[in-house]
């Protein structure tokens, strides 16, 4: 059984500039969840989408955003890139919302320069 | 806000002695906690979980102990071994609130042969 895929797994991208990443599943997770990981602040919630509609959504600024298309794979887009952006993104699924464990992927390191 | 906590940054434990890693929390509404393990380049993975209605859970050389009226969760690994050198995370949720985890800022734990 594949586990969760994130694309790209490396970008680096400049100020004011806007990055889209990807998250696929584990075949039959319906829910897909976000979450920043930056030094010193450990994993925080960005948002989660189940049945492409947004569940719940973390303390970030609109310019990170989020959706799921109709076969669970889900796209974040965070716009107008600040230095503070760079972290590493971390996608986890589940097979429904409100599970007791988020399977990850390997995560999406994002360099803002 | 940082509302999960871990306040060591890292461990060393010799082989096959307990490694105890400590992690607390401010929400008296979480009632579901995790650990997971993170290996660098690689997502976290699910290690062991407790709900509040316990106040310990084991498997196999994992066990992890709750202490709601301090707010207080521990992960012990006995007999630790050199392939548990990753870092920890602990993460807590509150229902209902779908996939949204607080996680800690992770200790990273290592293992000396």
């Known amino acids: 059984k594949a586990g969760v895929t994130q694309t790209p797994r490396y970008l680096i991208k400049t100020r004011g500039q806007q990055v889209t990443l990807s998250c696929s599943p584990i075949s039959g997770h319906r829910s897909v969840s976000w979450y920043q990981q930056t030094p010193g602040q450990g994993l925080q919630f960005l948002f989660e989408?189940?049945?492409?509609?947004?569940?719940n959504k973390g303390n970030f600024p609109g310019r990170f955003s989020g959706r799921q298309f109709s076969n669970s794979r889900s796209e974040m887009n965070v716009s107008t890139l600040e230095l503070g952006d760079s972290a590493l993104y971390l996608c986890?699924?589940?097979?429904?919302?409100?599970?007791?464990?988020?399977?990850f992927g390997a995560g999406s390191r994002l360099t803002v320069l | 806000d940082q509302q999960v906590k871990q306040n060591s940054p890292s461990l060393s434990v010799q082989e096959g002695r307990i490694s105890i890693l400590n992690c607390d929390y401010t929400n008296s509404m979480f009632d579901y906690f995790l650990w997971y393990k993170k290996y660098p380049a690689e997502g976290p993975t699910f290690l062991i979980s407790i709900s509040s209605i316990k106040d310990k859970n084991e498997d196999g050389r994992f066990t992890v102990f709750l202490n709601k009226s301090a707010k207080h969760l521990s992960l012990h690994i006995v007999p630790s071994q050199p392939g548990d050198s990753a870092v920890y995370f602990c993460a807590a949720r509150a229902a209902p609130t779908g996939n949204q985890f607080y996680f800690g800022t992770g200790t990273s734990l290592t293992v000396i042969p």
């Open positions: 986890a699924s589940s097979p429904q919302s409100g599970a007791n464990v988020l399977t």
């Open positions: 989408y189940f049945s492409e509609t947004q569940r």
